[in-house]
């Protein structure tokens, strides 16, 4: 077989570095890289059977021909499955198949698979190996990276976990080919925000080669990918446990309208990204109004948002103002009543606004978006 094209980015953190690796049909050569990370001969596969019954026989071949003896675990489809009790299930299978302190885990799915296998993997005894082998796009361009880990409680989506950067990030972006394509959009609005926060080119080459990139051409996947890992490796490199410089909050763009909104619909109407969308769409607006966003743009990041097939606003009647404040209140990143919210100044900068008193008349007619 002919040497494949392989981009690799390094995430700098000192000793916990990791290499992110991008190329196109790269699976099967995920066994041969992990071979000089060290790991003992004894590893775990994790997936679901969705995404095992596409990508499963390629990579555990890839695993066992490199030497490695692997024990795979399948857990069911779905964010509801995210949880302790599915997190116990592992560690059992972990136990049962004699993993120890030199082992690692595999996540080969989306990002259920990979926030519920590195939360395993930092827990099995006191924290062991992880890779990442994302399938989706948002796992690709967003979850696999930075090192946040963590399953849902019923009391809050992912209000248990930790912090557990991965060994290696291993990105093969021909399995986005047979992603649903809603599930493709909605990690495209997370491609997007990094180009409004942080990088006008991507911004611009998104404008521009979208048909490709829709077309799931190569060497635009190769592109949108490894920016936005970079983009994000930066952003963590800085900040990596989202502490006082604040750094990591500029990746919360359209998050703080877009969680307001999943919670209100109780996470059933959007994934996450179309989520988003309406966010980094409403969140522009009131950026404009407040005159930090310059004029004209607001509607420029709303064309390039809705060419990608993803929604930019709340359909009339869905949700009150007043339920929408009230939620983003309750976010958990609201200190003391105070929204911080990363409001953009221009297509690739953004800064960090706290917007202090929201329930006041005033402010509430900021929130006069198209909804
Ligand atoms: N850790 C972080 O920093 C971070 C960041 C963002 C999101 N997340 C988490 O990520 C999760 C969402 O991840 P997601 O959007 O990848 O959803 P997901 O993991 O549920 O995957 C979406 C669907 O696509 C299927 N699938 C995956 N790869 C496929 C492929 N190549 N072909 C066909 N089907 C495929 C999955 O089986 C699933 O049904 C949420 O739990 C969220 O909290 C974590
Ligand atoms: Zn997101």
């Known amino acids: 077989m002919p040497e494949q094209k392989i981009i690799e980015i390094e995430v700098a953190l000192g000793k916990r570095s990791y290499p992110i690796r991008i190329g196109?049909?790269?699976l099967s050569g995920l066994g041969k890289a992990l071979l000089p990370l060290g790991f003992d001969r004894k590893i775990a596969l994790i997936s679901n059977p969705t995404v095992y019954a596409l990508y499963g026989d390629t990579v555990l071949s890839s695993l066992e021909g490199a030497g490695f003896s692997v024990s795979v675990i399948s857990i069911?489809?779905?964010?509801?499955y995210k949880n302790l009790l599915w997190a116990e299930f592992i560690y059992g299978e972990l136990l049962k198949a004699r993993l120890e302190?030199?082992?690692?885990?595999v996540a080969l799915g989306g990002g259920v698979v990979g926030d519920i296998t590195g939360y395993a993997a930092s827990t099995y005894m006191r924290g062991i190996g992880c890779v990442q082998a994302p399938t989706t796009l948002l796992a690709q361009v967003d979850s696999s990276v930075?090192?946040?880990t963590g399953v849902n409680h019923a009391l809050g989506k992912n209000m248990i976990g930790t912090f557990w950067q991965p060994s290696m990030v291993w990105i093969d972006t021909a399995t986005l080919k047979t992603l649903p394509p809603a599930e493709f959009a909605a990690g495209m609005a997370e491609v997007i925000k990094y180009g409004v926060i942080k990088d006008k080119a991507l911004f611009e080459y998104l404008e521009r080669e979208r048909d490709r990139i829709k077309g799931l051409d190569p060497a635009s996947l190769g592109h949108i990918t490894s920016r936005s890992c970079?983009?994000?490796?930066?952003?963590?490199?800085?900040?990596?446990r989202e502490g006082e410089s604040g750094l990591r909050a500029i990746l919360n763009y359209g998050h703080t309208v877009g969680h307001a909104l999943e919670t209100l619909t109780k996470y059933e109407?959007?994934?996450?990204?179309?989520?988003v969308a309406i966010g980094m769409c409403i969140e522009a607006q009131l950026a404009e109004k407040k005159g930090i966003l310059k004029?004209?743009?607001?509607?420029?990041?709303k064309s390039l948002i809705s060419s990608y097939g993803l929604p930019t606003g709340i359909p009339a009647g869905l949700i009150s103002k007043e339920e929408m404040l009230k939620a983003m209140l309750l976010d958990k990143k609201v200190k003391g009543g105070r929204v911080r919210m990363a409001l953009p100044e221009e297509i690739g900068a953004v800064r960090i606004e706290t917007l202090s008193d929201l329930g006041s008349a005033d402010q509430s007619a900021d929130w006069s978006a198209d909804y």
């Open 146 to 148: 930075g090192g946040k």
């Open 76 to 80: 069911p489809d779905g964010e509801e």
């Open 101 to 105: 302190r030199g082992s690692c885990l």
């Open 269 to 275: 109407k959007y994934l996450h990204g179309e989520a």
């Open 230 to 240: 970079e983009l994000k490796a930066e952003v963590v490199s800085l900040d990596e």
């Open 24 to 26: 196109d049909g790269i």
């Open 295 to 301: 004029p004209g743009l607001q509607g420029r990041i």
